[in-house]
């Protein structure tokens, strides 16, 4: 009888299993496009803020206003705009693109701590009648506890910044999270991200930044290890693993 209990028991259990995991797959097919959608629309969001278009927490209509964004590819390796046609499927997504040996590279200097640096990559531009008026780079690296996602948006001189704001990250908040604290990233606005020679010069410094200094930011209070990532990232992708051959080319061309 004891027996015949377990069995039942385990039979009941295995069922629910059974039940449960199909609802899950099932829900997984049905809401992954859904997901998928709204990850593009609040990508295109963050596109839309740094590009000065929109305000964090807005309401818009996010498709609307991207259309007055010019997103394009380009090649990182060599720095020149590709189409998308060109593109493999496989290498159109940058995440799974960076993972893939034959789309993307082992860093070198990987200060940013992202080990894999995806071969094509998608920018922004937007435009004042037929001129550029700002270039928006997407970027990540490593802070203390987690991987940080944003776009830094540069004038079209490539080194004067226009804002720096980060939509994805799991650092402390009131610590590493105050990346997000609107005066922070405020005082970003007119830093320059190179020196006389072009070399990324852009620093997060520990406490205040002195007055008048053209590429010290001030450092976020009891996170310099988020505010040391934060500045590795930026120097990474502004350098010759990153956007480096990219912004060396548009400057040549402008």
Known sequence: MADETIGKTIAVAIGVCGVCSVLVSTAAVYLGPIQNANKTTDKKRNVLVAAGLAEEGERLNVEELF?????????????????????????????????????????????????????????????????????????????????????????????????LAFYDHGETPGLGGEVDNPRWKASWVGKKAFDAAWKPAIRVVKGSAPAGTMHDVDGLSGATITGRGVQNLLWFWLGDEGYGPFLEKWRNQR
Request: hydrophobic content about 35%; glycine content about 8%; cysteine-free.
């Open 67 to 163: 259309q007055q964004i010019d997103a394009r590819w380009i090649d990182v390796d060599t720095g020149e705009f590709v189409d998308k046609k060109d593109i493999p499927a496989e290498a159109v997504d940058e995440t799974t693109g960076a993972k893939n040996p034959e789309w993307s590279r082992a860093i070198d200097d990987d200060i940013a701590g992202i080990q894999r640096r995806a071969r094509y990559r998608q920018v922004y531009f937007t435009r004042k009648g037929a001129d550029v008026d700002r270039i928006i780079l997407p970027v990540h690296g490593k802070g203390l506890w987690s991987t940080l996602y944003g776009f830094l948006a540069l004038d079209p001189d490539t080194t004067t910044i226009e804002s």
